[in-house]
């Protein structure tokens, strides 16, 4: 019973479908103006609005890495792994810019005097598109990569909470009560 349900409906469904497309492809049901307007407006609504263009901003990174003075290692490894880091610390440079840094700090006082106080920097962030510009040996064997990404001016407004548009600029006096002593 229930085949047979499913089956009269999707033929009733396929019916349909050959029938409003007939209609809408001939000439007997309207004038080939109206047609054409028709098939025009179908056009303009399944088409999304244009988009604005974006507008995109260079951010760059700079990376330095220091050649390692192990001895077990060949010069050619030592100039590799010195040019890799150099290109990880650019990237962290520019993961930096781009989603920003999380710093844990810590202090202790004692006697109003500061015992010792510690931060620690963290960044976690996925960076696609950027490419090397440069890679360029320094003195005492130290290398220096640059590279660039083009992001669009809304990916800030969009990552970040405090950006120029949503931004809500208020008074210390709003936020917290102050009250005059």
Do not use: W
Not at 12 to 38: D, P
Not at 49 to 67: D, F, R
């Amino acid at each position: 019973m229930k085949k047979q349900t499913v089956l009269k409906l999707s033929m009733v469904g396929l019916a349909s479908v050959f029938v409003l497309s007939g209609c809408i492809q001939s000439k007997s049901c309207c004038s080939g103006t109206e047609v054409r307007t028709q098939h025009n407006q179908a056009a303009s609504v399944v088409q999304p609005a244009q988009a604005s263009k974006p507008e995109l901003m260079k951010i760059s990174g700079i990376g330095y890495g220091a050649e390692s003075t192990f001895g077990a290692y060949t010069p050619g490894q030592r100039r590799l792994m010195a040019i890799r880091a150099s290109k990880l610390d650019a990237y962290r440079a520019l993961a930096e810019q781009l989603h920003g840094v999380k710093i844990d700090s810590n202090t202790s006082i004692s006697t109003l005097t500061a015992k010792s106080d510690s931060f620690r920097a963290r960044v976690n962030a996925v960076v696609r598109g950027a490419r090397i510009v440069s890679v360029t040996p320094m003195a005492d064997r130290n290398y220096e990569t640059v590279l660039e990404v083009y992001v669009d001016k809304r990916f800030f407004e969009q990552t970040f909470i405090y950006s120029g548009s949503k931004a809500k600029i208020q008074s210390p006096e709003s936020v917290y009560q102050v009250s005059s002593y």
